[in-house]
């Protein structure tokens, strides 16, 4: 497995109390310092996403207002916010969201980016959620961009990916599922989103009702499992959000540390039975220690230790 981390994702600095803060890049740091110094692993650094390859899934003016925000602070939304530092650091978020795609499609290794801000919600004219750039939706578009017809992207995030969702709405080559507390923030991910025009039940939402435990995402997995296998995707990228851990301070999902491996696990495994090459990407996770524990035990799931 290669990581794809760096301390400049510390950089990006909402303002005091929000809970995107950059202590979540300090555990990606510390988790992946520990994972190569004592199991072997690999860790590189990311490279910005170009303008190019952020079209594919964002419009030009929106690009050109983020452009106007560089170097300083500035509101987006009532939760997103910029410092000097974000513009950059976004682009090395998405940027190294497409490496760790093209690293699985070129070697079929997993590859696993450890980034912020996150992207799902960012939607095509708009900043929203904390995400500036869409990391894992400028991934899906670049692996299309490289002649793959079948992206399949699953959001394991405890909000649903309204952005990723609604920038493939039409498209049947990104597969987009998403298990998500619902009703929630941001209010989309109802069952009945499936797509529409060529894209039609190629979104495969599974909402899931506050309190869910460990038991009710291992039943939505069996589902999910079943859909990706007809899919067949050549490339399986994972929005590896772990902000459905019991101790989360934004949501109400039961989901433990070994649940969350089994999520995981069961993605895994699809992977490897579809034979296909899996990438991850960060999204939420909000209690530093959870974070730090989901992120360790998938590290074991997709490389186990001694390996």
């Given at each position: 497995?290669?990581?794809?981390?760096?301390?400049?994702?510390?950089?990006?600095?909402?303002?005091?109390g929000?809970?995107?803060?950059?202590?979540?890049?300090?555990?990606?740091?510390?988790?992946?310092?520990?994972?190569?110094?004592?199991?072997?692993?690999?860790?590189v650094?990311?490279?910005?996403?170009?303008?190019?390859?952020?079209?594919?899934?964002?419009?030009?003016?929106?690009?050109?207002?983020?452009?106007?925000?560089?170097g300083?602070?500035?509101?987006?939304d009532?939760?997103?916010?910029?410092?000097?530092?974000?513009?950059?650091?976004?682009?090395?978020?998405?940027?190294?969201?497409?490496?760790?795609?093209?690293h699985?499609l070129?070697?079929?290794?997993?590859?696993?980016a450890?980034?912020?801000?996150?992207?799902?919600?960012?939607?095509?004219?708009?900043?929203?959620?904390?995400?500036?750039?869409?990391?894992v939706?400028?991934?899906?578009?670049?692996?299309?961009?490289?002649?793959?017809s079948?992206?399949?992207?699953?959001?394991?995030?405890?909000?649903?990916g309204?952005g990723?969702?609604?920038?493939?709405?039409e498209?049947?080559?990104?597969?987009?599922?998403?298990?998500?507390?619902?009703p929630?923030?941001?209010?989309?991910?109802?069952?009945?989103?499936?797509?529409?025009?060529?894209?039609l039940?190629?979104?495969?939402?599974?909402?899931l009702a506050?309190?869910?435990?460990?038991?009710?995402?291992?039943?939505?997995?069996?589902?999910?499992?079943?859909?990706?296998?007809?899919?067949?995707?050549?490339?399986?990228?994972?929005?590896?959000?772990?902000?459905?851990h019991?101790?989360?301070p934004?949501?109400?999902?039961?989901?433990?540390?070994?649940g969350?491996?089994?999520?995981?696990?069961s993605?895994?495994?699809?992977?490897?039975?579809?034979?296909?090459?899996l990438?991850?990407?960060t999204?939420?996770?909000?209690?530093?220690?959870?974070?730090r524990?989901?992120?360790?035990?998938?590290?074991?799931?997709?490389q186990?230790?001694?390996?």
């Amino acid at each position: 497995m290669l990581l794809i981390s760096s301390p400049r994702f510390e950089e990006h600095t909402p303002p005091p109390g929000h809970p995107e803060r950059p202590e979540r890049a300090e555990v990606f740091t510390r988790v992946a310092t520990a994972w190569r110094d004592h199991f072997g692993g690999r860790i590189v650094e990311p490279r910005p996403a170009t303008r190019e390859e952020l079209l594919r899934v964002h419009d030009a003016e929106y690009l050109d207002a983020l452009d106007e925000v560089k170097g300083r602070a500035a509101m987006l939304d009532e939760d997103t916010f910029t410092s000097p530092e974000s513009h950059e650091v976004a682009l090395l978020a998405a940027g190294a969201a497409v490496q760790a795609a093209e690293h699985a499609l070129a070697t079929g290794e997993t590859a696993f980016a450890l980034v912020r801000p996150p992207g799902h919600h960012a939607e095509r004219d708009r900043a929203m959620g904390f995400c500036l750039f869409n990391n894992v939706a400028v991934a899906a578009a670049a692996a299309i961009a490289r002649g793959r017809s079948r992206v399949a992207v699953v959001d394991i995030d405890v909000h649903h990916g309204n952005g990723t969702q609604w920038m493939f709405y039409e498209d049947r080559r990104v597969l987009y599922v998403s298990t998500h507390q619902y009703p929630f923030y941001p209010g989309t991910g109802a069952a009945s989103e499936a797509g529409t025009g060529k894209g039609l039940g190629f979104t495969f939402n599974v909402p899931l009702a506050a309190g869910a435990t460990d038991a009710d995402y291992a039943k939505a997995y069996e589902r999910i499992a079943e859909r990706l296998v007809e899919y067949a995707p050549e490339l399986l990228l994972i929005s590896a959000g772990y902000d459905a851990h019991l101790d989360d301070p934004l949501a109400s999902m039961r989901v433990t540390t070994k649940g969350y491996a089994a999520i995981v696990q069961s993605l895994a495994d699809t992977a490897r039975r579809v034979g296909c090459p899996l990438a991850l990407v960060t999204e939420g996770g909000y209690d530093l220690e959870a974070l730090r524990d989901c992120l360790e035990a998938t590290f074991d799931v997709l490389q186990p230790r001694g390996l």
